[in-house]
Each structure stands twice: as C-alpha cells, then as structure tokens.
C-alpha cells in the first residue's frame, strides 16, 4: 500500500491494521467471502475486462485519478490522494445512505451506476 494512503487513512482515525492489497483472485476461490457489492474506483479500469464475480454481486465503477500515478512534487502528491480520499469518502456515504431494504435489485443497480457517475468536487480536487 502507498505510504500516503496509509497516512491519510491514519489521520481519519481509520484502523490500517491488516490492510494490504489483493488480487481479485482472491475472492474467486474456493471459500472466499461471498460479496454483494463490487466497486472498481481506478479510472484505468473503466477500460479493463472485469473479471466475473462469483455469487453475481451489484457492480459499479467509481472511477478516480489513480494518486499513485502522480507526478510532481510531495504537495502534489499528497493533493491527489486526498482527493481520492474524499471522492470515496463522499460516494461510500451516499451508498450506505440507501434504503437497500426498499430497492429492487435493478434500482440498487441504477443508484450505484449514479453515484459513480457524480462529479465529486472536494477541496483537494486536482482538476479545474
């Protein structure tokens, strides 16, 4: 994991404890936690072949610059991912906003499509 994830997660008083990246054929195997949600949020997978998800889970791409690939100096750096930081912060809230229990599986599909398609604007945004 990126130094400055880690210190941005820290800093939210998340607990970091255990994280590390995965593969997706992790949750493909034999015995792998079943999920009901799937979000991809690098902007370069939007152009990738997802892979299927066991169990048939609700799919949504919350497309963000990805921060790792940033060049430029440590304020740069550190701009970009709080930025991705409170994109995904701000669409994850809106998410668990949903009245899922009140939501056919077509419209819970629908409203995470929107929720990925908002254009989030935080003060770290890198953009114009």
């Not at 998340?14 to 999920?35: I, V, Y």
Request: charge should be negative.
């Amino acid at each position: 994991m990126h130094p400055l994830a880690l210190d941005l997660l820290e800093k939210a008083h998340l607990d970091t404890c255990g994280l590390r990246s995965k593969s997706w054929d992790e949750f493909a195997k034999p015995g792998a936690p079943q999920m009901n949600f799937v979000f991809t949020v690098c902007d370069q997978a939007a152009n990738e072949v997802c892979p299927v998800w066991p169990g048939n889970p609700v799919t949504a791409h919350w497309g963000v610059p990805d921060p790792g690939a940033v060049e430029g100096t440590e304020a740069d750096k550190s701009r970009a991912f709080r930025y991705a930081f409170q994109a995904l912060e701000t669409r994850i809230k809106l998410f668990t906003s949903l009245r899922l229990d009140a939501l056919d599986r077509l419209a819970v599909k629908r409203k995470v499509d929107e929720i990925g398609h908002l254009r989030v604007v935080t003060s770290g945004d890198p953009t114009p």
